[in-house]
């Protein structure tokens, strides 16, 4: 079963800047595609961010689009995100899944399509 752990959040001030990494277990990162969702008190659960497996393309919501970046490095079998000019609207449990197909795009980031979530990592933007 594959798995994947989420490390990296914590509680920063607004403008702040966090880099969320999401390591998989018992499988290879390098076939699948990755992507990052988040969710916010009493919201569902949205997408951020996706890497591709396919051509090494990224995705990002528009709300998060010239602040996030989300890289992979095969090596060490991790997915990043790197969070910058963060904002109270930010604050959530963030969460990273692999997508259900091998070598598939990331397509429209929607839940559906991923799974092997990991347990989250709460980010709080305040100050």
């Known amino acids: 079963q594959l798995q994947l752990v989420e490390s990296g959040g914590g509680l920063v001030q607004p403008g702040g800047s966090l880099r969320l990494s999401c390591a998989a277990s018992?499988?290879?990162?390098?076939?699948?595609?990755i992507g990052w969702f988040r969710q916010a008190p009493g919201k569902g659960r949205e997408g951020v961010s996706c890497?591709?497996?396919?051509?090494?393309?990224?995705k990002y919501a528009d709300s998060v689009k010239g602040r996030f970046t989300i890289s992979r490095d095969n090596a060490n079998n991790t997915v990043y995100l790197q969070m910058n000019s963060l904002k109270p609207e930010d604050t959530g449990v963030y969460y990273c899944?692999?997508?259900?197909?091998?070598?598939?795009?990331?397509?429209?980031?929607?839940?559906?399509?991923?799974?092997?979530w990991g347990q989250g990592t709460q980010v709080t933007v305040s100050a």
């Open positions: 899944a692999a997508h259900r197909t091998v070598q598939a795009m990331c397509g429209r980031m929607r839940r559906s399509d991923f799974e092997s």
């Open positions: 890497i591709s497996s396919v051509d090494g393309s990224t």
């Open positions: 018992k499988f290879t990162l390098d076939y699948y595609s």
